[in-house]
């Protein structure tokens, strides 16, 4: 059974970075690429870029270039997405998920929530 | 990039009534390269079509996609009560890879 287990709920204040897990289970990590989504309260999925965690290479989303990195760690099958110069704009629940076009599994969710 | 939109934005069926979902592309997306995901409340999205119109695993017959270039469709031909969600289609023939806004299905 594949599963993709992320890191708990954070609250920062605007300005602080966030780095959020995803470990997965059921497959090597190394056999897929692993994308990166987020969803702002109430409103629809937004892609945030992946990392082929065979050989590292990313793609990122324009508009989060040069705040978010993405790594993996294969010796613990864990997939990492750090973002940061937090702003309240980045509040929302992030997702990881599977593969690089369509997203097949999917992480339960971590809430970043942004407030002074 | 290619946006998507969706429509209607909310859709009030009946169970056992058929729901048609529409998501029309900004320019072709050739390979068929699109997908569509189901949402429940306070879940991740599931995904239920890739390719236009192949199902995933483990998803019901009653749910089909079709079309092609710019126009594609989601039909689920008899609404069950677990079927009440918001559904999104999604490229994937391009980077950035974009959603379309959603539609809700809602109980009537």
């Known amino acids: 059974q594949i599963h993709l287990v992320q890191s708990g709920a954070e609250l920062k204040t605007p300005g602080a970075s966030v780095k959020v897990s995803c470990k997965a289970s059921g497959y090597a990590i190394i056999t897929y690429g692993l994308s990166w989504l987020r969803q702002a309260p109430g409103q629809g999925l937004e892609w945030m870029g992946w990392i082929s965690a065979d050989n590292g290479k990313t793609n990122y989303a324009e508009k989060l270039q040069g705040r978010v990195t993405m790594t993996t760690d294969a010796s613990t099958n864990t997939a990492y997405m750090e973002l940061t110069s937090l702003t309240t704009d980045d509040t929302a629940v992030y997702f990881c998920?599977?593969?690089?076009?369509?997203?097949?599994?999917w992480g339960q969710g971590t809430l970043v929530t942004v407030s002074s | 990039e290619i946006v998507l939109t969706q429509s209607p934005g909310t859709l009030s069926l009946s169970p056992g009534e058929r729901a048609t979902l529409s998501c029309r592309a900004s320019q072709s997306i050739t390979n068929n390269y699109l997908a569509w995901y189901q949402q429940k409340p306070g879940q991740a999205p599931r995904l239920l079509i890739y390719?236009?119109?192949s199902r995933a695993t483990g998803i019901p017959d009653r749910f089909s996609g079709s079309g092609s270039g710019t126009d594609f469709t989601l039909t689920i031909s008899r609404l069950e009560p677990e079927d009440f969600a918001v559904y999104y289609c999604q490229q994937y023939i391009d980077s950035p890879r974009t959603f379309g806004q959603g539609t809700k299905v809602d109980i009537k």
């Open positions: 390719g236009a119109s």
């Open positions: 998920a599977r593969k690089t076009a369509t997203f097949d599994y």
